[in-house]
């Protein structure tokens, strides 16, 4: 039981990407889209190169860090002390939550949702939900769940996955940014200043939001 905290992340890690999964098996059959499973863009296919291991990575280390004694992957004896134990329980708190808010972010795209960027996919503008004060509230969820997953095994291995997955992200926040902004054009430039990329932002910058907020006073 005193590992209980660390399987419950782990546990998480493994039903997010089982999810996504379904996500694309539901994008497919449910509304006949592509889902960008397979990159379409020069960009992307390169950044392909490193998700898939660090995917892998993600979900391999935190189950090697519990079964063996790899210098690179064990954790530190420094975790083991029962003093940290509770960081442990905020850390399957947190990969929970994290999970438990991702699931209405992609419920709220539905046929928009993609794993890549299609070009020439057709995409509307989603703005209820966390994308009223963020862009890319799945991939801010997803990258607090790597936060919990590092706390809970803060492996060398563990820590590395997580660089790669946060440089990866950024890379992929500007892509699908790109796309957006040349299907979607100024529309698309008054909801950027409305909102945070992986941060929620509280106060619109857009003259048009302040226009309506002052019409609807």
């Known amino acids: 039981m005193a590992n209980l905290p660390i399987m419950i992340v782990v546990a998480t890690v493994w039903v997010y990407w089982a999810s996504v999964l379904v996500m694309i098996a539901r994008s497919h059959l449910l509304h006949r889209t592509q889902s960008g499973a397979l990159p379409r863009t020069g960009l992307e296919r390169w950044m392909w190169i490193l998700w898939v291991p660090t995917v892998f990575g993600w979900l391999g280390m935190p189950v090697l860090a519990l079964l063996t004694q790899w210098p690179l992957v064990q954790m530190p004896r420094w975790t083991m002390h029962e003093s940290l134990g509770v960081l442990d329980w905020i850390a399957a ?61 803060p492996s060398p291995a563990m820590i590395a996955v997580a660089v790669t997955h946060l440089t990866l992200i950024l890379l992929k926040c500007r892509s699908e940014e790109s796309f957006l902004r040349s299907r979607h054009g100024q529309a698309y430039e008054a909801y950027c200043a409305d909102t945070g990329r992986l941060f929620p932002r509280f106060r619109s910058n857009s003259l048009s939001a302040n226009a309506e907020w002052r019409d609807a006073a």
Do not use: E, F
């Open 93 to 153: 708190g947190t990969a929970l939550l994290a999970y438990g808010l991702t699931v209405p972010c992609w419920l709220a795209l539905g046929d928009n949702w993609s794993l890549a960027v299609v070009p020439g996919k057709k995409s509307t503008l989603v703005k209820r939900g966390l994308y009223r004060r963020m862009r890319h509230p799945i991939y801010s969820l997803g990258l607090l769940l790597m936060l919990a997953t590092v706390a809970a095994t």
